[in-house]
T-cell receptor, first 114, second 114 residues
Framework: SAVISQKPSRDICQRGTSLTIQCQVD?????MFWYRQQPGQSLTLIAT?????????ESGFVIDKFPISRPNLTFSTLTVSNMSPEDSSIYLC???????????FGDGTRLSIL | AQSVTQLGSHVSVSEGALVLLRCNYS??????LFWYVQYPNQGLQLLLKYTSAATLVKGINGFEAEFKKSETSFHLTKPSAHMSDAAEYFC????????????FGKGTRLSVIA
């Protein structure tokens, strides 16, 4: 299965600032996803990022707050903009190599906003 | 819309005892089903998957799950719990139709008592 690297692994940020999270895969994948896991909660899909097209956002998530780039088949970024304490979460990227294959996850980025 | 229900947010077992984590899904057609495990400060690791082959699926670390269409269930079991099994377990579902995001249950935290 694909090996997924996320950077940074954790960060503490000031409110009002922005942070860009990187997701690098060791092979070309069609589908990449970004999830948020709030403290003590399950995972919620933020958006689906396909190379060559705009990301598709889920209800409750908007591009201005969570801009996503997908410049090629091995890399994606998620930016958390104008952060507030409510954005303190774990952000995870995942990839799916084929439609009948499971998603594989990175180790996540643990973000705390002061 | 698909959904997943995990019964019991916290399950506690003695070391060496049977582990049973419950998952029921709601879908108009049998979906793909997955169990993931999340150890503290880590991302999600795939335990096992059901994608329409054998209904009894064996995964890593001695875990297995049985797909029961009549009960719309996909419960996770392990005959003998080990201390290292203490973690958060997530059941997830996706559609068979193509590259669709995962829908996660709320998770079950497994504690193993010595």
């Amino acid at each position: 299965s694909a090996v997924i690297s996320q950077k940074p692994s954790r960060d503490i940020c000031q409110r009002g600032t922005s942070l860009t999270i990187q997701c690098q895969v060791d092979s070309q994948v069609t589908m990449m996803f970004w999830y948020r896991q709030q403290p003590g909660q399950s995972l919620t899909l933020i958006a689906t990022a396909n190379q060559g097209s705009e990301a598709t956002y889920e209800s409750g998530f908007v591009i201005d707050k969570f801009p996503i780039s997908r410049p090629n088949l091995t890399f994606s970024t998620l930016t958390v903009s104008n952060m507030s304490p409510e954005d303190s979460s774990i952000y995870l990227c995942s990839v799916q190599e084929l439609s009948n294959q499971p998603q594989h996850f990175g180790d996540g980025t643990r973000l705390s906003i002061l | 819309a698909q959904s997943v229900t995990q019964l019991g947010s916290h399950v506690s077992v003695s070391e060496g005892a049977l582990v049973l984590l419950r998952c029921n899904y709601s879908s108009s057609v049998p979906p793909y089903l997955f169990w993931y495990v999340q150890y503290p400060n880590q991302g999600l690791q795939l335990l096992l998957k059901y994608t329409s082959a054998a209904t009894l699926v064996k995964g890593i670390n001695g875990f297995e799950a049985e797909f029961k269409k009549s009960e719309t269930s996909f419960h996770l079991t392990k005959p003998s719990a080990h201390m290292s099994d203490a973690a958060e377990y997530f059941c997830a579902v996706s559609e068979r139709s193509g590259n669709t995001p995962l829908v996660f249950g709320k998770g079950t935290r497994l504690s193993v008592i010595a």
